[in-house]
Structure formats: C-alpha cells, structure tokens
Nanobody, 130 residues
Framework: QVQLVESGGGSVQAGGSLRLSCAAS????????MAWFRQGPGKEREGVAA???????????DSVKARFTISQDNSKNTVNTVYLQMNSLKLEDSGMYYC????????????????????WGQGTQVTVSS
C-alpha cells in the first residue's frame, strides 16, 4: 500500500508562486508514474503534470506549460518526494490539488487520467485571487 502526503497549498495573488510537495512511502515498487491532478468547483479532476520516476521524464498539460515544473527527490530510500513548483499563477489554477501514483510507467499526458491511478493523497487547496 502506498501512502501519499501532500503539503504546500495556500492562498496567493495572481502572478504569485507556490510549491507543492508529495511524499510517497510504502509499496512504491513498480509504481513509476507520479502525477498532480487538480479539481476546481464543479469541474472534473484533471491531470496537471506527471513525472516518470525511473527516468525523470516529465509531462505537462498545455494550460500549465512554462509555468509549472514537476520534479522529484528520491535520495531517501524509503520516501520519494515529488514537487510541483507553480509560478505565474492564474485565477483558473485554483482548486484542490491531488498527488497520485500509477502502477507502471507513463509516457505522456495521455496516460495521466484519474482512472489509471490507484493511490491518492488527501489533497491540498490552492486559491489564487486577483
């Protein structure tokens, strides 16, 4: 079983920055794709960014390219941490952000759909105001 703990959400003005963290522990073997999803009020959950933890390849939704950066720190043997650096935040970036992990690898954002991911964090709220 995989445990995912997110942190780093908060309130920020448009144009500002936040960094989200997701610490993954437990049975992470063969779960090589970690991703961030977000869900705004009345909206479906959508993939924002993903990283293939084996090779470090990263993928982004078009709406966040050049503004968000996903990265990982796997220097600790038992915990793999994935970060989402969010810059130039916009009002439409507001929502609950979830970290998730998928069995196997991901190769593009086409793989980053909620039904493929079997472990989820509790979510962290991001609110962008004008």
């Amino acid at each position: 079983q995989v445990q995912l703990v997110e942190s780093g959400g908060g309130s920020v003005q448009a144009g500002g920055s936040l960094r989200l963290s997701c610490a993954a522990s437990g049975y992470t073997s063969r779960r090589n794709c970690m991703a961030w999803f977000r869900q705004g009020p009345g909206k479906e959950r959508e993939g924002v960014a993903a990283i293939n933890t084996r090779g470090g390849d990263s993928f982004y939704d078009d709406s966040v390219k050049a503004r968000f950066t996903i990265s990982q720190d796997n220097s600790k043997n038992t915990v793999n941490t994935v970060y989402l650096q969010m810059n130039s935040l916009k009002l439409e970036d507001s929502g609950m952000y979830y970290c998730a992990v998928m069995r196997g690898d991901c190769w593009s954002m086409d793989w980053v759909t909620p039904e493929r991911f079997d472990s989820w964090g509790q979510g962290t709220q991001v609110t962008v105001s004008s």
